[in-house]
Each structure stands twice: as C-alpha cells, then as structure tokens.
C-alpha cells in the first residue's frame, strides 16, 4: 500500500524532533526518558502535532513540556536543517498518556478479575476448564 507523503514527513519528523531533543537541548527540566511517540502532519504540511512520552510525576511532565514549549523555536530551526521542505511547519507539542492509560486500564482488568473470583468462591462455583 502507498503511504501519503504527510505520513512519511511525519516519520521522518520524529526521528529528527527525538534526536534534537535528546542530544541537542539543554534543559534540565527534560528528562532522559523523554520520547517522541507519533507526529501527525497536516494535509497541507503546513502543523505537525507531536505526541510526547514523559516519564516521571505530574511536575516532570508538566515542567518538561514547559520545557518544550521553551525551545520550540529551536527545536523547529533545527529541525528545518535535517528535513528540507518548501516550508517550515508549525510545531504543536502534546503530552501523551497512553502509557498511563494502559495502566489504568490493566489495573481496572485485574481488579474485576480478582472480585469474579471472589464472587465465585463465595456462590461455591467450580471454574470451568
């Protein structure tokens, strides 16, 4: 299948936005376990939305993206030296929580698993094999 050329722009994007953010700004307040984990691009190639990962506290989160936030103009310049286009899109950064979510969600899973099982033995039925 043929991928849009929006797709592929915004792959790029997140290899250079990670390794720009990883190596290239000095802001203590971004940790190490900082990822990039999508860029969507508009049709027009005009906004990217850029989905970030923080690992820490809600303070590290919201003190990283403040970070971001800070070196956005940075981070587009440099970014516009590795990946040439006609012009320079305009970067929206996003805190992301799906890992947070998942985690939430497995919890949820493995408390109603374990009150089924207490229902069970409680009515004194037998699980099935």
Do not use: W, Y
């Not at 040439?84 to 970067?91: D, F, G, K, S, W």
């Amino acid at each position: 299948m043929r991928r849009n050329r929006a797709a592929i722009v915004g792959d790029e994007m997140q290899k250079v936005i990670s390794d720009i953010i990883t190596n290239k700004v000095k802001d203590p307040r971004i940790p190490l376990l900082t990822s990039i984990t999508g860029v969507k691009m508009s049709s027009d190639l005009t906004h990217a939305t850029i989905d970030v990962s923080v690992f820490g506290d809600d303070k590290a989160k919201k003190d990283c993206m403040d970070a971001i936030e800070h070196a956005k103009g940075f981070i587009r310049f440099e970014m516009c030296k590795h990946i040439n286009l006609r012009v320079a899109p305009e970067l929206h950064f996003r805190l992301d929580t799906t890992l947070e979510d998942a985690a939430r969600m497995e919890a949820l899973i493995d408390k109603t698993l374990a009150d089924d099982e207490k229902k069970r033995k409680e009515l004194g039925i037998e699980e099935e094999e």
